[in-house]
């Protein structure tokens, strides 16, 4: 029954038109920045929707969790039906929903935990300190290091040898051992019963390949499977995606090559130039309008990205009109000047009427942002950030979760041991013998809890100085279980760790006590709208290794009016009517060490994140930099203005000269 609410006609120009209601098969949409690639998409969910397709049947795969929910939103405005049963998110949180119901098959069990990348590196000291490897007499990778290395050989479907051949020619000499690591973290994974976030990947990726079962399963049910940002795919995302359309299947995925911005993660944007090459049935569709900006912000992108040689040429004409402004080039003399600049700019707009919502200050470096945190917190200017460290990698947040985690993942190692050394008087040592006698009990073994912890834990023999926080952490995790051997609810468990053991922690060690208290409390809040512990948990694991969403504090606060402080990496797909892009001085952006590599390919990379930022800005855009750097390492030094700029003919910026006494 189509809902017939929506005049698809009116709503997209001819090219997104097409695209929206092509015949079934495979779909490539290609085109420049605020072209209405994601808007295309949406308007595709719902026309299938429109069509009788079944929401679970549609998988809709974005770059953020945030972004999947928001084109769910779009399309739930659009449509009668319900849009929150189709299958959205990121690539690895659709990985983890296949997981949670076949981690048998893999040798994991059910309640698996998913490991971020601290503990991961945790985990990987622990294998490296008993595999006997030699790591003193020839230079062997760092656990972090190591870390590194097998995900890039995940995420580009290489071999270990490969890579390090490849990547790291210096480790060639120890790449037995590096081998030997690999198998031994792999066992210690399914033993400990974690992932890591690349296994979200790789084993959904695995599991479809060797059970031809579910292969067809998943097939069957994802009748149509569409990718937003595909041009920053890997290879491995790219199998996921192969592996769960079929070659017979309906796919439709958008990207732009310009906005190709995340090689140095492993992403291959040959995934989308050569995308008619697997797929050579694939209709290509271009658009070739830009909705987004004024012609003056539009014209500035075009030459930049012209500046780029390895681009398909794109011809982008600005759908809207002028209003007269060219984007402003300000040069101030110090990143304070440039900080009170932005602060002062951002007032002055204020008044006349902008949203501070609508207004972003874009960088491409997180410290770039320090003074102009400073300075807007000095004017009461709010803001939200977007990067840095975020919120659910903050030690008390991390530290709760073990608890959680652990509760309901008994042979959970990283999170015991992140657990018991919060116990004052247990380090190390003691913590690893804590662990193997727990191992030794029935409890770590039994698929429910056959009695309460305290009954374990307690016995145990513990320094006399851990004794009373021992057995108050033992009487804690009693808490977190119910009498059926069952965990309660998040929101109870939370309760349970924060206002017992976990406060008198917190006050007896951090100084901002009352602020990490307001974090859990908002934690509390968020984990309130989940009843499973695991489904809560994974969530945060999501939420926190990978990529840019935001925390749920500052979800709650996004109604509240405030300025967005972000990278030009986590902007991309976004777009606000005014952007500041700040630090524009040749060795901040581009980076340094694009320049020193000398070839031009980095120099490329860190142009696409150049256009990628200008292209954010509806109306207005400010590019802005500091004359003189005094920050610097070796004391003050002068700053050119990014090539990015003074290589573009001079017409496309306005100077503005900013007094002095900025
Ligand atoms: P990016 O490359 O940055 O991800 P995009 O190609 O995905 O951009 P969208 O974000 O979908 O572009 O669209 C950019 C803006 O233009 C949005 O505000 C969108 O609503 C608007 N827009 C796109 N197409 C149309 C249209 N046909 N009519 C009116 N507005 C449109
Ligand atoms: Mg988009």
Redesign the pocket.
């Known amino acids: 029954e189509p809902s017939n609410r929506i005049d698809y006609k009116a709503?997209?120009?001819e090219q997104?038109h097409a695209a929206v209601t092509s015949p079934p098969g495979q779909a490539l949409v290609i085109?420049?920045?605020?072209?209405?690639?994601?808007?295309?998409?949406?308007y595709r969910v719902a026309w299938l929707l429109d069509n009788g397709i079944q929401p679970e049947s549609i998988l809709l795969l974005t770059f953020t969790n945030k972004a999947a929910r928001e084109m769910q939103e779009r399309v739930q405005a659009l449509v009668t039906h319900d849009a929150s049963r189709i299958w959205g998110g990121t690539f690895h949180s659709i990985g983890n929903r296949i997981l949670r119901y076949n981690a048998e098959r893999l040798g994991y069990r059910k309640g698996f935990s998913i490991m971020d990348r601290e503990d991961q590196k945790d985990l990987m000291e622990t294998v490296l300190g008993s595999s006997g490897i030699d790591t003193t007499t020839y230079r062997f990778p760092k656990a972090e290091v190591l870390g590194d290395i097998f995900s890039l050989a995940d995420n580009t479907l290489c071999s270990l040898k490969e890579i390090i051949h490849t990547r790291y020619p210096y480790f060639e000499e120890v790449a037995s051992g590096i081998l030997k690591m690999r198998t031994l973290y792999q066992e210690k994974k399914r033993e400990t019963n974690c992932m890591d976030f690349d296994d979200l990947l790789a084993l959904t990726v695995q599991l479809l390949e060797e059970n031809e079962d579910l292969l067809e399963r998943y097939r069957r049910q994802f009748e149509f499977v569409l990718v937003?940002?595909y041009q920053d795919t890997n290879s491995l995302q790219c199998r996921m995606v192969e592996l769960l359309t079929g070659p017979q299947g309906n796919l439709m995925v958008?990207?732009?090559d310009a906005?190709s911005i995340y090689s140095w993660r492993g992403a291959d944007v040959s995934n989308i130039l050569e995308f008619d090459q697997h797929w050579p049935r694939a209709r290509v569709h271009k658009?070739e309008?830009?909705?987004?900006s004024v012609p003056e912000v539009l014209n500035l992108a075009n030459a930049a990205i012209a500046m780029n040689r390895g681009q398909i040429p794109k011809n982008l004409l600005p759908?809207r009109e002028s209003k007269g402004m060219l984007p402003a080039l300000v040069s101030l003399d110090s990143s304070s000047a440039q900080a009170a600049f932005v602060a002062q700019r951002i007032l002055e707009l204020q008044d006349e009427g902008v949203q501070l919502n609508d207004i972003a200050v874009l960088y491409r470096a997180h410290f770039h942002s320090m003074e102009i945190q400073m300075e807007l917190t000095q004017r009461g200017i709010p803001f939200q950030i977007t990067s840095g460290l975020r919120f659910f990698e903050q030690a008390h947040v991390k530290d709760v979760a073990a608890f959680m985690k652990f509760a309901v993942n008994r042979q959970d190692e990283v999170s015991f041991m992140r657990m018991v050394r919060l116990c004052e008087g247990i380090g190390n040592v003691s913590a690893a013998k804590l662990w193997q006698e727990w191992l030794k009990s029935d409890a770590a073994k039994a698929e429910t809890m056959p009695t309460s912890f305290s009954e374990v834990l307690i016995p145990m023999k513990v320094p006399k100085k851990a004794k009373t926080t021992w057995e108050q952490f033992a009487y804690t995790l009693d808490e977190l279980i119910d009498k059926d051997g069952k965990s309660v609810a998040p929101a109870q468990m939370i309760r349970s760790i924060t206002e017992g053991v976990y406060e008198d922690y917190m006050k007896s060690k951090f100084k901002n006590y009352e602020q990490r208290q307001q974090d859990l409390e908002q934690l509390s809040n968020f984990s309130d709208r989940f009843t499973d512990p695991l489904e809560f948990l994974s969530q945060l694991s999501l939420l926190s290794g990978v990529d840019t969403d935001n925390n749920p504090a500052q979800q709650a606060q996004q109604d509240r009016d405030a300025v967005t402080l972000t990278t030009g990496h986590q902007a991309?797909?976004?777009?606000w009517n005014v952007v500041f892009a700040v630090w524009l001085a040749d060795g901040m952006f581009p980076h340094k060490r694009a320049i020193d590599e000398g070839g031009d390919s980095a120099l490329e990379e860190e142009r696409r994140l150049f256009y990628?930022t200008v292209?954010?800005a509806?109306d207005e855009l400010y590019l802005t930099y500091p004359v003189i750097n005094h920050q610097a390492r070796d004391g003050d030094i002068m700053m050119r203005p990014s090539r990015f700029i003074t290589d573009l003919p001079k017409d496309l910026v306005e100077v503005w000269n900013v007094k002095s006494g900025w």
């Open positions: 709503e997209l120009n997104q085109a420049g920045a605020g072209s209405g690639k994601t808007r295309t998409l949406t937003d940002e958008v990207g732009d906005q658009i309008v830009n909705y987004r759908a991309k797909g976004l777009e990628v292209t954010r509806k």
